[in-house]
């Protein structure tokens, strides 16, 4: 599946993170030096003029629209990953930028995207970064006036309830530690809506993957593994380096590891061999030493009896018995 499948990450952005992905921009900030490799400026969709930042772009953007002032968050981040297996041309490089805002405009009312960007100058060229605040009408109480808002939750959570729908709510049971069906006081199932962000996230992939196969016509494409829990799964490109070389230090241990074993294995083989070939000379020399003693009490004997027929009756070790055919010479050599 590697170098086949897409992605989209979201995540909001109030005033401070707005300037902070604008210095990163303009690489101003550390990271962004850090992660340039290569001097090429990058591709960027500016709808509201060139020279604008993305401060500006934004401002641009919201100008004569409401919002809720009760929360924080100014806009999202979408940053939509592309699978690695297409090739990197000036063309397709276009491409991607142009699809990316193209799908967030699709999924998100038509008129969401401030400003996008593709880097090139990064290891990874596959990834576009997409700025985005949906605008949609609103009518007022009394429906007479027609009202610009943006909204960054509306849109997500229409996707989400529209391909999950509602499901029976689960809760965590104290006692036991384990999730659970609700039923009400009459036994009926208690019903909750699919729009939390974790579906949000579940409908966007899979409409990634569809807008990729169908409208950019990349059938190849393959969806990646559903996220399981809420925890984030996407590192940051200093974190993945250090992820990356963190794999390689555990990869060389564990070769390391294997070769040392292997080299324990070839001593003991070794050290068992020399000791068969150790036991083998003993057992020779042993023997050698045997028949020598045997040749020269041979030859003692033969002189000790060579006036007569001589007689050897035994060899046993180093001691041989002997006797005269007449009885005259008898005795034991010693051999030496």
């Given at each position: 599946m590697k170098g086949k499948s897409g992605s989209v990450r979201m995540k909001s952005l109030d005033a401070s993170g707005l300037a902070a992905m604008g210095r990163h921009?303009?690489?101003?900030?550390?990271?962004?030096?850090?992660?340039?490799?290569?001097?090429?400026p990058p591709l960027?969709?500016?709808?509201?003029?060139?020279?604008?930042?993305?401060?500006?772009?934004?401002?641009?953007?919201?100008?004569?629209?409401?919002?809720?002032k009760g929360g924080r968050a100014l806009a999202r981040h979408g940053f939509l990953q592309f699978p690695t297996d297409l090739p990197i041309t000036p063309e397709n490089e276009q491409?991607?930028?142009?699809?990316?805002?193209?799908?967030?405009?699709?999924?998100?009312?038509?008129?969401?995207?401030?400003?996008?960007?593709?880097?090139?100058?990064?290891?990874?060229?596959?990834?576009?970064?997409?700025?985005?605040a949906p605008k949609y009408e609103k009518k007022t109480r009394r429906g007479k006036l027609v009202e610009d808002w943006t909204s960054l939750s509306k849109f997500g959570k229409e996707l989400a309830?529209?391909?999950?729908?509602?499901?029976?709510?689960?809760?965590?049971?104290?006692?036991?530690?384990?999730?659970?069906?609700?039923?009400?006081?009459?036994?009926?199932?208690?019903?909750?809506?699919?729009?939390?962000?974790?579906?949000?996230?579940?409908?966007?992939?899979?409409?990634?993957?569809?807008?990729?196969r169908d409208r950019m016509g990349l059938e190849w494409v393959e969806r990646g593994k559903a996220k399981v829990g809420r925890d984030p799964d996407r590192?940051?490109?200093?974190?993945y380096k250090v992820a990356q070389e963190r794999g390689?230090?555990?990869?060389?241990?564990a070769d390391l590891v294997r070769e040392?074993?292997?080299?324990?294995?070839?001593?003991?083989?070794?050290?068992?061999?020399?000791?068969?070939?150790?036991?083998?000379?003993?057992?020779?020399?042993?023997?050698?030493?045997?028949?020598k003693a045997r040749n020269k009490a041979h030859r003692m004997a033969l002189h000790v009896g060579i006036d007569g027929f001589l007689t050897l009756e035994a060899i046993s070790g180093h001691f041989v018995e002997f006797s005269h055919p007449t009885g005259a010479r008898s005795g034991i050599l010693t051999i030496f």
């Open positions: 921009e303009k690489r101003l900030d550390y990271a962004g030096s850090k992660r340039a490799i290569r001097d090429v960027v969709y500016s709808p509201y003029g060139e020279g604008l930042d993305l401060e500006q772009s934004y401002a641009a953007h919201v100008e004569g629209t409401k919002r809720n491409q991607m930028l142009d699809e990316a805002v193209a799908f967030i405009n699709a999924t998100h009312g038509g008129r969401a995207v401030f400003r996008a960007r593709l880097d090139r100058d990064e290891a990874g060229r596959h990834g576009v970064d997409v700025f985005f309830l529209e391909r999950f729908g509602e499901r029976q709510k689960k809760e965590k049971r104290p006692e036991s530690g384990l999730f659970e069906l609700v039923f009400d006081t009459t036994g009926k199932p208690v019903m909750e809506r699919c729009d939390s962000p974790v579906f949000q996230g579940r409908a966007l992939q899979d409409l990634w993957t569809e807008h990729l590192l940051e490109p200093e974190e390689k230090l555990e990869s060389a241990k040392m074993e292997a080299r324990e294995a070839a001593l003991v083989a070794r050290e068992a061999a020399v000791s068969a070939e150790h036991a083998k000379a003993v057992k020779a020399h042993k023997d050698a030493a045997e028949i």
